[in-house]
């Protein structure tokens, strides 16, 4: 088609392959992803990894420290750590993924409307954006969180809402500036309706900055559902979470501090891995830095 | 100036309007009717009926965000169902608490910060740089409540050195005060001072290779000088800007900080009111909070003005 001939749309493959060449020389982004893959992997694959029943309690080893049998101990109900540990990786990526995907489905398409359309519609999308910008993010969360009801699908709404006015300014600001490209007057000449520009023309090459911004939300996210789930907003017991291990675990800090290092631990190793990855990608797409 | 204050105060009106919206729509998510989510399950009929009358819930939904912003205007924002108490009044018994934890969290920031940014930017590339970067990426990444719980565990369990959780007002003790809320300030601050350190990192690199430095170094002025009062001087007020910003979200953080360290602020106020279904509390603290952030915005626009003379005209 003429008009795809007009745009550089959607980076090609040897654009990937540019993009992947320099992320790679990225050591500590690439360290991330190595992460992040296994996480996901453990998730996947929890029911062959862990040995025991994550729910399975035994009051024969109450708060055992690690042992060769229980990697990471047992907690105050005997249950094994590491168990609960690779199932709860399931509620943070499932929480992640799930709430960015609201965020976005929410925020893209109002960014793109306020960006490409102005006047009075991105008038009135910003100014809301605005408000709901002026809320902390994790008040906000909690607030939306407590009156849905407490539940691990109500937190990554909670989430996902509460994330969203910042991919519509971040999709305006980038469709502001594509906007004034040559392509897009050409596809607009051409005949095309906005709807087709707009995610023909202008979403594709918005994408980049979306995809940066998304892998450094996941590691917001991931820490917001641990917070609400530390908060008993999130995941509900005794189904196993990061956030709400660490709640329990509050409770015998001086007799098994075992128990509330683990779930800290892969909450933190898993945030900094998204933040190592995004900012690698955030350089590798910059066109200073090649 | 006061042109300036006055357009952004017209700017803020529909900000504030959308904002005390979204708040009051936030009662409409409650699942089925909210005077038996208010009351709960199993309250006689009289109190309900009692509850739609006081909450205007048998009116339309624009009579009653009338009705309720009415009140907020008057500084009415309901009462406290379970202590049977004035929001507003729980607020202003709290926020103090809160506020000598923000601005305490906000000086470890901005030391921590500022200090590892500059020596970043002027040692670049060195261990030095690379030690401070992985150090404030560390402090965005960390959840503050496992650092909260492993501070604890490290600092008051184990070597006993300092409290583990409790509050005590510097009207009461100073000394004793400072010293309760220090580990909250750190475990607060930490985040901020990663981020402020990377700010402070960019603005100094991007000032270091200025036309004004590179003269300033021509004249023949002492390194130290030029770093202090010609680079660090430009660099440092956007900083100032996103710490007046960062002050804002600092509420947001000292709801789990509080909740970990058992400080009776206004972060323990929210939790413990979405404990107990305390839903007028949560809508106060949130519409509280968010006037609060909103004030910081518009100070930090205004310093950012005032800190640059360009701007002023």
């Given amino acids: 088609m003429a008009i795809a001939s007009t745009a550089p749309a959607v980076p090609h493959e040897g654009q990937f392959a540019r993009f992947w060449k320099r992320l790679r020389r990225r050591k500590a982004a690439l360290a991330g992803l190595v992460f992040i893959v296994i996480v996901i992997l453990a998730a996947i694959l929890a029911p062959m990894i862990a040995q025991f029943d994550p729910l399975a309690q035994d009051y024969t080893a109450i708060r055992q420290p690690p042992t060769a049998l229980h990697w990471f101990g047992t907690d105050e109900l005997g249950r094994d750590i590491f168990a609960r540990i690779v199932f709860g990786a399931r509620a943070s990526m499932l929480a992640g993924v799930i709430s960015l995907s609201i965020a976005l489905a929410i925020g893209v398409p109002f960014g793109l409307a306020a960006g490409y359309f102005g006047g009075w519609i991105d008038l009135s999308i910003s100014r809301v954006v605005d408000a709901m910008l002026a809320i902390p993010f994790l008040i906000l969360a909690i607030a939306l969180a407590a009156f849905l009801g407490p539940s691990l699908t109500n937190s990554m709404i909670a989430i996902g809402v509460t994330a969203a006015p910042l991919f519509v300014r971040l999709t305006r600001g980038q469709v502001l500036s594509v906007k004034a490209e040559d392509y897009v007057a050409a596809a607009r000449s051409l005949g095309n309706p906005h709807w087709r520009v707009a995610f023909r023309h202008i979403l594709p090459n918005v994408l980049p900055a979306l995809i940066v911004q998304a892998t450094l939300a996941l590691a917001a996210a991931i820490t917001s559902e641990a917070s609400l789930s530390f908060l008993g907003l999130g995941q509900q017991p005794p189904a196993p979470s990061w956030g709400s291990m660490l709640n329990t675990a509050q409770r015998s800090l001086s007799n098994a501090p075992w128990v509330a290092v683990w779930p800290g631990m892969m909450i933190f190793l898993t945030v900094l891995s998204f933040n190592l990855l995004g900012d690698g990608m955030r350089d590798a797409l910059d066109p200073r830095s090649r | ?313």
Wanted: proline share 5%; net charge neutral.
């Fill in chain 2, 1 to 313: 100036m006061t042109r300036l204050i006055a357009r952004r105060l017209i700017e803020l009106i529909p900000t504030l309007l959308i904002l005390s919206v979204i708040i009051f729509l936030l009662q409409r998510l409650l699942p089925g009717d909210p005077a038996i989510a208010l009351a709960g399950d199993d309250s006689d009929p009289e109190l309900l009926e009692q509850i739609r009358r006081q909450y205007n819930l048998d009116q339309p939904l624009p009579i009653q965000y009338l009705s309720w912003i009415g009140g907020v205007l008057h500084g009415d924002l309901g009462n406290s169902m379970r202590l049977g108490r004035p929001v507003l009044d729980l607020i202003l018994d709290r926020l103090p608490v809160t506020l000598q934890l923000a601005v305490m969290a906000m000086f470890f920031a901005l030391v921590v910060g500022l200090t590892a940014g500059i020596i970043s930017a002027i040692k670049q590339g060195t261990i030095w740089d690379y030690l401070a970067n992985i150090v404030a990426l560390a402090g965005i990444s960390l959840p503050n409540f496992w650092m909260g719980i492993m501070m604890i565990l490290f600092f008051s369990v184990m070597l006993g050195w300092l409290p583990a959780s409790g509050y005590v007002s510097p009207a009461e003790d100073l000394q004793r005060s400072l010293l309760s809320l220090l580990m909250p300030a750190i475990v607060l601050g930490s985040g901020i001072a990663g981020v402020i350190m990377r700010h402070t990192r960019s603005a100094m690199l991007q000032a270091l290779e200025s036309d004004y430095v590179r003269t300033a170094r021509a004249k023949g002025l002492f390194e130290s000088r030029v770093v202090i009062r010609h680079a660090m001087r430009n660099a440092l007020t956007p900083v100032i800007t996103l710490g007046a910003l960062e002050f804002g979200g600092l509420l947001g953080g000292a709801v789990l900080t509080e909740q970990i360290f058992n400080i009776p602020g206004f972060g323990k106020l929210i939790v413990d009111a979405v404990y107990n279904r305390d839903y007028a509390v949560v809508q106060g603290v949130v519409l509280v909070t968010a006037i609060v952030y909103v004030g910081m915005s518009l100070l930090a626009d205004i310093g950012y003005v005032l800190a640059n003379p360009r701007l002023r005209e």
